[in-house]
């Protein structure tokens, strides 16, 4: 097994950047906080005096999360983007030693285990306008959640994730139908993986892992002589020149940024046997208790789940919202749950907590911290 450490540029450019940007003269989307009433006048002058809210996430959601927002709010962001795993550390020492400089992470659920100490903000108390509290505006009736109160770990939207993206100038179609195809001798050396100890890496590792078992991981990722790979996006541009022509556990942006290229031989081929895994990935939101910016989080928290902000990020994430009434033209039909089947539900407290634990344990023996 090779692991690659080798960051993108794209990630050098924005890791740790700060986009915070002021929109003069901007239109407001229109009726979006309706209902709001006093209550939410009152927070909303109460977040214009504590100067802009600092959320953490992915790099390419801070530009127009920035400019939505401050559109929409007249209020603005501080964005601190870069990769998941590291965010999620500094937010987690930050909430623990109490000096608390971060807002809010948009991240996946390993923040679950920050409920129990008191360290996140009741986010269910907090919601203030009628387009998010109506169950007609969401799938299923309801708002989505990580927790199991309903509480804390809010989920705007879910993918499928787990499927492997093939180089077709490589792999012919149709030659890689099941698991076991990728165990085949030819593939040997050939295969990039986003490192299952970052975010969606690890989110389809233990996909496999759960559906096939520890021995099969082992035989793929082992003695397949797989390259792990810490930035996606790079995995992504290996398989399309064709060096490692078959990927897993890349995300839909990196996905369709080659795609939108003109990069057609980068195909996703979801698999005859098993329909994959609902990830929430980046859609997860927490707020710290301690935020230095509460009524700003507060705000941030209600524009998120409104239609303008779930619009602004299944657009850049291009995985659906959990909202009803939000419906984006170049969101992928391979992300889509389709009606019928079961997918194994990462983003779930019971979940993480029983088995994601056992899981990496097994990743660390395998693969090393």
Known sequence: MTIMHRTSKWIGAFAGAVASVTLAGSTLAAGWDDGGGEAWQKVLEAARKEGPVVVLGRPDLGKPFA????????????????????????????????NVLSDAILGG??????????????????????????????????????????????????????????????????????WEDMLKPQYKGKIVA?????????????YIIE?????????????????????????VEWLARGSHPIALGVVPPDVEYFRNNGMKNVVVTPMEDGPGTLLGGSAVLTIAKKAPHPNAAIVFFNWYASKPGQEAFSTTWRTPSNRA?????????????KAGQKYLE?????????????????????LGK
Request: net charge negative; aromatic share 10%.
């Open 325 to 337: 009434d939000v419906e984006i033209a170049t969101v992928p039909d391979y992300v889509k749950p």
């Open 194 to 206: 986003f490192d299952p100890r970052e975010g969606a890496g690890g989110a389809a590792a233990a």
């Open 211 to 235: 559906t096939k078992g520890i021995e099969f991981f082992k035989k793929l990722y082992t003695d397949q002589q797989m390259v792990l790979a810490r930035d996606g996006r790079q995995a």
């Open 109 to 178: 659920e390993t923040a679950v285990d920050m409920i129990a100490p008191g360290y996140l903000m009741s986010l269910s108390e907090n919601i203030l306008l009628p387009g998010v509290k109506d169950p007609k505006n969401w799938i299923n009736g309801k708002m989505q959640w990580g927790d199991k109160g309903n509480t804390y770990l809010f989920i705007g939207g879910e993918y499928v994730h787990g499927w492997p993206v093939l180089n077709t100038n490589v792999i012919k179609p149709g030659d890689i139908r099941v």
């Open 346 to 366: 990462q983003y779930r407290e019971d979940w993480w907590m029983q088995r994601r634990t056992v899981i990496e344990k097994q990743l660390e023996e395998i």
């Open 67 to 98: 400019e939505g927002f401050k559109r929409d709010t007249g209020l603005s962001m501080d964005f601190l983007g870069g990769q998941t795993r590291e965010l999620q550390s500094r937010f987690r020492r930050e909430v623990a030693s109490g």
